[in-house]
Nanobody, 115 residues
């Protein structure tokens, strides 16, 4: 059974930092396309960042230069380091893992950035 468990969310002031974690079980994060998405209240879920099996990364323009996605294969965990946070980064952040025919989501973790 596949599980993705996010943690690390919380309340932070604008300009601060948080690191989100996505601990995976039932899959190997090194074999999947691992992504972070977010959904603000009243808005559609949006893509934030990807890390592919080979280690290449990609970011939404809104977070480029501020967020960093990484993974620890030994811990089977994917991270999202978020720096220079802005109030508009407030959202529920979700972890997602994909490979052809398979698609899994975590339950999300709330990030709130106060101005």
């Amino acid at each position: 059974q596949v599980q993705l468990v996010e943690s690390g969310g919380g309340l932070v002031q604008a300009g601060g930092s948080l690191r989100l974690s996505c601990a995976a079980s039932g899959i190997l994060v090194s074999s999947y396309r691992m992504s972070w998405y977010r959904q603000a209240a009243g808005k559609q879920r949006e893509w934030v960042a990807d890390i592919l099996g080979g280690g290449s990364t990609a970011y939404a323009d809104s977070v480029k230069g501020r967020f960093t996605i990484s993974r620890d294969n030994a811990k089977n965990t994917v991270y999202l380091q978020m720096n220079s946070l802005k109030p508009e980064d407030t959202a529920v952040y979700y972890c997602r893992s994909r490979m052809p025919g398979l698609d899994y989501w975590g339950q999300g973790t709330q990030v709130t950035v106060s101005s």
